[in-house]
C-alpha cells in the first residue's frame, strides 16, 4: 500500500468502550444497540466474564 502508516496493536482498554460503542453501531446495525451506556461494553469486554475479546489498532 503506498502511503500507508504503520500502526500498532494493543489490548482494548475499558477507556476505550466510547469508540468501540461507536464503532458497534456504524459496523452492524442488526447487533443489540449498546445506545449512549457504554457500561454495557464495559461488561462486555472487561467484566468478570468477558464475551469477546478486542484488539485496538494506533499509530
Keep these: 500500500m ?3 502508516h504503520p500502526a500498532m496493536t494493543r489490548e482494548a482498554r475499558p477507556d476505550d468502550a466510547a469508540a468501540l460503542a461507536r464503532l458497534s453501531r456504524a459496523l452492524a446495525a442488526h447487533v443489540a444497540n449498546p445506545g449512549g451506556d457504554t457500561s454495557l461494553i464495559v461488561e462486555a469486554c472487561f467484566g468478570r466474564e ?10
Design 2 to 4: 503506498t502511503g500507508a
Design 50 to 59: 468477558p464475551w469477546l475479546e478486542i484488539h485496538v489498532a494506533e499509530r
